[in-house]
């Protein structure tokens, strides 16, 4: 569920553990291809190349950053979701980016992005 500071439910979306990978488990797929349930937590971040967005689910301890390498009609949602928007990731690649600590969900085209809530 998304929570608000007030403790009340903006959105009640619950992952399904047999269909999406928990943030905090990304350590154990680091190079596999996952399903994600993600809040999108920034605008674009990056410097023009490839989108870059901050994510979270709750459960990680570490930065998640969406980063769009090849945008196509399956994963424009993305980039057109709002700050705040729930989405699932279908099929991201998820890599250690170790010069910022952080790991990198990369979105190709062999990836799916739906807006689950805006």
Known sequence: AILRTDGR???DVRE???R?????????HV????NLLAVKLSHD????DNAL????DGSQTVDHYLVCT???ALNRDLRE???GAVVFVENGLVLWNDDEGAYNVVVDDETVVDLVAP
Do not use: F
């Not at 990978?21 to 350590?27: G, L, T, V, W």
């Not at 190079?31 to 996952?34: E, I, M, Q, S």
């Not at 967005?53 to 979270?56: I, P, T």
């Open 31 to 34: 190079t596999d291809r996952v």
């Open 70 to 72: 090849r945008e196509t």
């Open 20 to 28: 999406c990978a928990p943030m905090a488990d990304s350590e154990s």
């Open 45 to 48: 971040l990056s410097d023009g």
């Open 16 to 18: 399904n553990a047999e």
């Open 53 to 56: 967005y901050l994510v979270g």
């Open 81 to 83: 979701a709002d700050y």
């Open 9 to 11: 439910r903006r959105v």
